[in-house]
Nanobody, 115 residues
Framework: QVQLEESGGGLVQAGGSLRLSCAVS????????VYWYRQPLGKKREWVTF???????DYADSVKGRFTISRENAKNTIDLQMNNLKPEDTAVYYC?????????WGHGTQVTVSS
């Protein structure tokens, strides 16, 4: 059974940094694209970034230049480095991996950016 677990969230002041991590267990995920989404309180979940098996990445305009996604296949982890955080980045961040015919989600990690 595939499981995703996010970690690294917390409270940070505007302009600060956080590094999120998504640990994938139960599958060899190196062949699959992995996504990060976020959901601000009371709003819809929105796509943030993805990384393909080959390391190709893309970012939402709102985070481009501030966030960096990376993967370490040997450890089955996907990291999201978030710099120059803004209050509007406050949300629950989710890791997502469509693989093996199913769409897997983690439980999310809260990121709160104070002004």
């Amino acid at each position: 059974q595939v499981q995703l677990e996010e970690s690294g969230g917390g409270l940070v002041q505007a302009g600060g940094s956080l590094r999120l991590s998504c640990a994938v267990s139960g599958s060899i995920f190196s062949s699959y694209t992995v996504y990060w989404y976020r959901q601000p309180l009371g709003k819809k979940r929105e796509w943030v970034t993805f990384i393909t098996k080959d390391g190709t990445t893309d970012y939402a305009d709102s985070v481009k230049g501030r966030f960096t996604i990376s993967r370490e296949n040997a450890k089955n982890t996907i990291d999201l480095q978030m710099n120059n955080l803004k209050p509007e980045d406050t949300a629950v961040y989710y890791c997502n991996a469509p693989m093996l015919g199913s769409n897997y989600w983690g439980h999310g990690t809260q990121v709160t950016v104070s002004s």
